[in-house]
């Protein structure tokens, strides 16, 4: 199966690095995306949304012989979900990691915009309870993979509109939740909830990691994505 693997905002296919052996061993066909404008200038960056990166994610889900799963961490759950809505036929199971599916007209977030583009923010910038698993080491190591995106691309709503996505089926892999808890959350986020409980078949298992498990749990984050897939 391919794998279409998402990064979220300001990384890039090398986030997935420690993920890909394990889905590769299991027989799976890893496909880690790197999206568009990524330290890109300003006046490039200016003309890059949130539908460049759909794009893209679809171009790669086009490029694959047969159905694919999407994989979407963190702002990649919208660009996956959007891939969803393009191409319902096509996609097998959507798997969301440390976020959720997004209703139309929905943003990533807001972040400092800097020269016309959202720097990464730091580790420091972060709630504890994102990255508390995350050890002097791996950040050192990781804040050089990480990569300015175009200012749009946080707040730009995502557009969908074919209902056909709600019957793909769906994990959300959710770094402190399980269904129990997800569910006690979700009834509180409005259109979140709604989307959410608008999907046929829908799961939610917990990693037991804060928000970047590609970096701190990756062998649990590929275990998991794989079970998904069988299941």
């Known amino acids: 199966m391919d794998i279409i693997l998402i990064p979220g905002l300001w990384l890039d296919a090398s986030s997935w ?89 929905s943003g990533i977030s807001e972040f400092p915009v800097q020269d016309g583009v959202v720097p990464f923010p730091g580790w420091s910038f972060f709630p504890d309870e994102d990255v508390h698993d995350l050890d002097d080491e791996t950040r050192t190591r990781t804040v050089p993979l990480t990569h300015s995106v175009p200012a749009r691309v946080p707040t730009d709503e995502l557009a969908l509109s074919d209902p056909a996505r709600y019957r793909i089926p769906v994990t959300l892999l959710m770094g402190g939740l399980d269904q129990e808890a997800f569910d006690a959350v979700i009834s509180q986020w409005g259109p979140y909830a709604e989307e959410y409980r608008a999907i046929d ?21 590929a275990e998991l994505v794989v079970r998904a897939i069988d299941r």
Do not use: C, K, Y
């Open 17 to 105: 690095d420690d993920v890909v052996p394990a889905l590769v061993r299991a027989g799976h066909r890893p496909r880690p995306l790197t999206m568009p404008g990524l330290d890109a200038s300003a006046e490039t960056a200016a003309g890059i949304g949130i539908d460049d990166w759909v794009a893209a994610a679809v171009a790669a889900v086009d490029a694959a012989e047969g159905d694919v799963v999407v994989v979407g961490h963190s702002g990649g759950g919208n660009v996956a979900w959007g891939v969803a809505d393009a191409r319902p036929d096509r996609v097998a199971r959507v798997v969301f990691v440390d976020t959720v599916p997004p209703p139309s007209g």
């Open 201 to 221: 078949d829908a799961e939610v298992v917990r990693i037991g990691s804060a928000h970047w498990p590609q970096f701190s749990a990756p062998e649990r984050l």
